[in-house]
């Protein structure tokens, strides 16, 4: 069964201060992994896909990369516009599998 | 990015009536939707997937007959609650997906249902 593991489970950063967001992922034939932002009572808005190893694609302040078993989502000088629950996800045979989020929060 | 639009945000019933939410593509051909639920502080559960002139697929433990799932055309998805009762206030939220299995989904801006 696909199985998706983000970590850490919240994150309280800096204005300013960098860091990465870690998914690990367990899935039969990787077709597609999916970087989601949700902010509160928000549905999912998408940020990036990614398709093969050593993959990568930006977008602002956002970096997400992918190896074999993980992607990271990096986070450069983050603002407090940047605070959000960020959500992995990866392709099943039809339906996406999601992690648990990585909740963060950043302050000015 | 592709829009999709979910109506209504928030709605509160009685209990044992029906409620319908709606979940709409609009700039784009949605082969594929997907409704989910989500509860408080956790992530996205996947009630069921549907694709477009086809009978809904439920994942395990929902009830089809309670959460009737309907699929009529490219883009538009609903999702009724029938005989309606608290635990069943939740989020719900919508997504859409137009291409192959590979390519990203796009979601609604979810609904509130209070059940009282």
Redesign the interface.
Known sequence: EDQVTQSPEALRLQEGESSSLNCSYTVSGLRGLFWYRQDPGKGPEFLFTLYSAGEEKEKERLKATLTKKESFLHITAPKPEDSATYLCATTGFQKLVFGTGTRLLVSP | ?AV?S?HPSRVICKSGTSVKIECRSLDFQAT?M?WYRQFP????M?MA?SNEGSKATYEQGVEKDKFLINHASLTLSTLTVTSAHPEDSS?Y???ARGGA??????????T?LTVV
């Not at chain 2, 299995?101 to 979810?110: D, L, P, R, S, W």
């Open positions: 990015g999709v979910q594929t997907f502080k956790q992530s996205l996947l997937t989020f939220i919508c997504s299995v590979n390519t990203e989904a796009f979601f609604g801006q979810g509130r």
